[in-house]
């Protein structure tokens, strides 16, 4: 009695072929051309709304996309913005900024791509970026840039590269974005209600010292810089974001003999209130607390938090500043502060 010979184990499937642009045109019954002019939002041809209409159906059925390298190499760039990603914690105002700037790029028809830098430095972290070939380049902080590293994403085809920060870099465009302006407002609203032994804290978490430091020298700059100063200190206040490290800092509190902290932002403030509260130090009665950021959940405390308010510029300006640039990579921008801050004084000052 013959037997069936068993069936040989199915592979796997056969990967199904990338839909190309003349799929789009065949189905569409259109050129390649104007698959080209649609997709890729050509405005110097007209063509009609029923045209753009059947080629982009086209394109969903057949999950057909352009080949962005493909039309970088048509275009002579790429229409990459790269942004490397902030090394540091950053608060609600910044957050909301980047979001925003990448909504107009993306609105501006450029392709924002975050690139993760932590491990590099320097010049190494301007040639990581370069492989990319971006045509512009927004870097938060300038610490890692060189005028070198600005070189060398120049001449692999960057056309604007952007710093925020305090320090200008040679060959890049920069706007000021000082720290030390949370610091100094915050500073001098304490001074004006009449405090004159400071605590500021300086977060021990890993990636904020680029805040922080600024933070505590703006502080300085106030006491420093008034004639209500006088006579006032600044004490630094090292904190990690615990509960253990907040409740060992307030049992130590009155060997400090503080009458004022500047918490760094909300958050540490709100982390450091509670624990002075607990140990039984009354704010304001004992101790102001102020913060910065102004969260609504510090709005929400008793007493309410005292807090710096900073206010970005919008993204959108940034982003058409990029678009400026990359049109016009000549083209000297005017010096324009992305940062305004402003002490709100609450029931915890």
């Not at 450029?110 to 301007?126: H, I, N, P, R």
């Not at 370069?130 to 300038?142: D, S, T």
């Not at 921008?333 to 709100?344: F, Q, V």
Request: hydrophobic share 45%; with cysteine.
């Amino acid at each position: 009695m013959s037997q069936t010979p068993p069936r040989p184990p199915a592979g796997p499937p056969a990967p199904r072929p990338v839909p190309t642009s003349a799929d789009v045109a065949r189905l569409a019954g259109v050129s390649r051309a104007t698959v080209s002019y649609v997709l890729n939002n050509a405005s110097a041809v007209r063509i009609s709304e029923p045209t753009r209409h059947r080629v982009r159906r086209a394109a969903e059925e057949l999950g057909y996309v352009p080949h962005a390298a493909a039309r970088s190499l048509r275009a002579g760039r790429t229409r990459i913005v790269l942004l490397p990603t902030v090394p540091v914690l950053v608060g609600p105002p910044l957050g909301h900024f980047l979001n925003e700037l990448q909504w107009a790029l993306r609105r501006l028809d450029y392709t924002v791509v975050q690139y993760a830098s932590m491990g590099l430095d320097g010049d190494e972290a301007a040639r990581a970026w370069a492989e990319l070939r971006p045509v512009a380049v927004v870097a938060f902080g300038a610490a890692q840039l060189t005028p070198h590293g600005v070189d060398v994403l120049k001449r692999s085809g960057a056309r604007a590269v952007i710093t925020l920060g305090p320090q200008p870099v040679e060959g890049a465009h920069c706007l000021p974005v000082d720290q030390r302006r949370v610091g100094r407002c915050a500073g001098a609203h304490l001074l004006d209600r009449g405090y004159r032994r400071i605590g500021v804290v300086l977060p021990e978490e890993a990636g904020l010292e680029p805040l922080s430091g600024p933070r505590l020298d703006g502080v300085r700059q106030a006491v420093g810089g008034t004639g209500s100063g006088a006579g006032a200190d600044v004490v630094p206040l090292p904190l990690a974001y615990t509960e253990e490290a907040a409740g060992a800092l307030a049992a130590r509190w009155p060997g400090l003999g503080l009458d004022a902290v500047f918490a760094h932002n909300d958050e540490y403030a709100m982390l450091l209130m509670r624990a002075l509260l607990d140990a039984g130090v009354s704010v304001p009665g004992d101790t102001a607390v102020m913060g910065a950021d102004d969260l609504l959940l510090g709005r929400l405390l008793r007493p309410r938090l005292s807090t710096v308010r900073i206010d970005m510029e919008t993204g959108r300006h940034l982003a058409e500043l990029v678009d400026h640039l990359v049109v016009e990579p000549g083209h000297a921008p005017e010096p324009r502060e992305l940062m305004a801050a402003r002490a709100i004084h609450r029931a915890s000052t």
